[in-house]
C-alpha cells in the first residue's frame, strides 16, 4: 500500500468542486478502511510542490497537478464510484 498521509483536492476556484471532492474522498477512504489520512481542499492557484502526497482534480488540471507531485485527475468530480477507484488505485488495493 501507498505511503499517502496527506491528499488535496483541488478546482479552478477552491470552493464548491474542490469541497465536493474532499467529502467524496473521506467517504471513500473510510469505506475502503483508509485510516490515518489527511483531505482538504484548496484551488488551482495555491497548489504547489510538496503539499500533499496525492492531489485530486478534474482531468482538465491534472496537467497542473503533476508537476506539483503525485495526481489523479477524475472525468466526473461528483461521481462517487469514480473517485474510489482512484483512490484504490492510488493505494494499491
Given at each position: 500500500m501507498e505511503n499517502i498521509k496527506k491528499i488535496v483536492c483541488f478546482c479552478?476556484?477552491?470552493l464548491g468542486s474542490s469541497f465536493m471532492m474532499e467529502m467524496n474522498c473521506k467517504k471513500a477512504l473510510k469505506n475502503l478502511g483508509i485510516t490515518?489520512?489527511?483531505v482538504e481542499h484548496t484551488t488551482?492557484?495555491?497548489i504547489h510542490s510538496g503539499m500533499a502526497d496525492l492531489l485530486i482534480c478534474g482531468n482538465d488540471l491534472l496537467?497542473?497537478?503533476q508537476?506539483?507531485?503525485k495526481?489523479?485527475?477524475l472525468k466526473?468530480?461528483?461521481s462517487m464510484p469514480e473517485m474510489t477507484e482512484k483512490i484504490k488505485e492510488a493505494f494499491g488495493i
Open positions: 479552478g476556484s477552491g490515518g489520512v489527511t488551482l492557484a495555491d496537467p497542473q497537478a508537476k506539483c507531485g495526481a489523479v485527475g466526473n468530480l461528483v
